[in-house]
Each structure stands twice: as C-alpha cells, then as structure tokens.
C-alpha cells in the first residue's frame, strides 16, 4: 500500500520588508523635495518621480548592493540623490549644498518617522507565529540603515535574522541570498521556507526557483492575471500556515 507524500510544515518565514513589511510615510519626489527647498533647491516633484526609478536601476546595475566593498551606502545615496535632483529640473547644484541634502535625507530614512507599516496587522501576525513556534527572518535588497528602523519601529524582536544586500552583497533574486537563510536555520528541505515578498520575480519566482514556498504580496490584487489566488496574498490578516 502507498501513501500520498506529506508536504512538509512551515518552519521558516521570510519576508521581504520594502512594500510587504514597511514603506514610505510620504512619497520619496515629495520629501526629496521638501529637502531640496530647504536648501533653496527647486525641483518638479513630477520630473523627480518621472526619473528617480530609472536612475535607481542604472545606479543599482553599475554599483550593485549600494556600493558593497566600494564606495558604501551614504556615497551611493549621495549620487544617486544628486543626480535626481539636478535631472528634475534644478540644473547643477554646489558639492556643499549637494552634500547637506544629501547627507540630511540619508539620515532621515534611517528614522523610524520616515516609515510606517504597509498592514497594520503585521505585528500581531508575527507575534501568533512566533507562539507557534514559526522562525521568521528578513530578506531585504536594502542597506544596513533597516535594522536600526525596525528596531525604532518595534519590529525588530519578531526577527531571528535580517539579511541585507547592502551587508551580504548580493541580492534577490540570487539564490545565494536564499542559500544562507537555509544554512543559518539548518533548513535541509527548502520546502519548509516560505516566503512572502512584492515582487514577482525577486520575491515569488526566485524562491520557488530554490524549491521554497512563496506568496506574492498583492494586496491591490496587481497580478491577478498572473497568479491564482492561492499563491498571492492580500492581506496579513489573511496568512494562516496551520
């Protein structure tokens, strides 16, 4: 007589934090500038949302992990910053004056007011897991200024471990970044991580890609063309691993 396979239960739950965990109290073209005016910078808060993603990606593909063994994160800001501002529409701008706003927002986003939760029940969730027995880690592309705001923001006791592309550097969706959240809670079925993130190829795809389990965290249902329902995840409140 056979038996059907038992898939084995949840040990482990990761989560990605920009977008399923924390995000921006106020969009970032609105403060950047806010900063800027401060200094008596003026910039198109359209124009600066317009060509702040696309600098992102060209910065984050010449000086991956925010400048990981190269210049750090705070340069990498600076540039990135910089540069954003000027493009939207404020022309070139003193390496003195660059350099404070720069260097103010930089330290602004390492504050908890900067943040706040996406789902206000992520702290309560957490906690009945963790009861449950349940590990529960951090997988961010972010750099080490998330530790200190999860702390500010009470979150960081939910946590085993936090790991951070601007530490490691490498990032999602290298399975790598995977591989040491396997190692470090000695997972030999990666089945038995799950884990939940925004982003359908470096949160969802790259985790099934190891053989974990994955939630793509939809909350304003984005990708109901792409994935069924049970593979997506609205809402905090929702999650049930028992």
């Not at 530490?167 to 939940?196: A, C, N, Q, W, Y």
Request: charged residues 25%; proline residues 5%; hydrophobic residues 40%.
């Amino acid at each position: 007589m056979t038996f059907p396979r038992v898939r084995p239960v949840v040990q482990v739950l990761s989560l990605d934090a920009m977008n399923t965990l924390i995000k921006p109290r106020f969009p970032i073209a609105q403060l950047y500038s806010q900063f800027a005016r401060a200094h008596n910078v003026n910039v198109n808060e359209s124009d600066l949302a317009a060509v702040f993603p696309p600098l992102f990606k060209s910065l984050s593909g010449s000086s991956p992990c925010y400048g990981f063994n190269k210049e750090g994160p705070r340069s990498w800001w600076s540039s990135l910053i910089v540069n954003a501002l000027e493009r939207a529409g404020s022309g070139p701008i003193s390496p003195s004056v660059a350099a404070k706003i720069s260097n103010e927002l930089y330290d602004h986003y390492a504050l908890a007011e900067a943040w706040q939760l996406v789902d206000e029940e992520i702290p309560s969730v957490l906690s009945r897991l963790r009861l449950k027995g349940i590990a529960i880690c951090v997988i961010s592309n972010f750099d080490h200024r998330l530790k200190s705001i999860l702390t500010s923001m009470g979150l960081s006791d939910h946590f085993q471990m936090v790991v951070l592309s601007g530490e490691l550097g490498m990032e999602k969706p290298d399975r790598r970044v995977f591989d040491t959240v396997l190692r470090h809670f000695s997972l030999r079925d990666s089945s038995t991580l799950l884990h939940i993130g925004d982003d359908l190829d470096k949160d969802y795809r790259a985790a099934k890609a190891i053989g974990a389990r994955a939630l793509l965290f939809d909350p304003k249902d984005k990708h109901s063309d792409s994935l069924d329902e049970h593979d997506r995840l609205r809402s905090f409140s929702r999650l049930n691993l028992f």
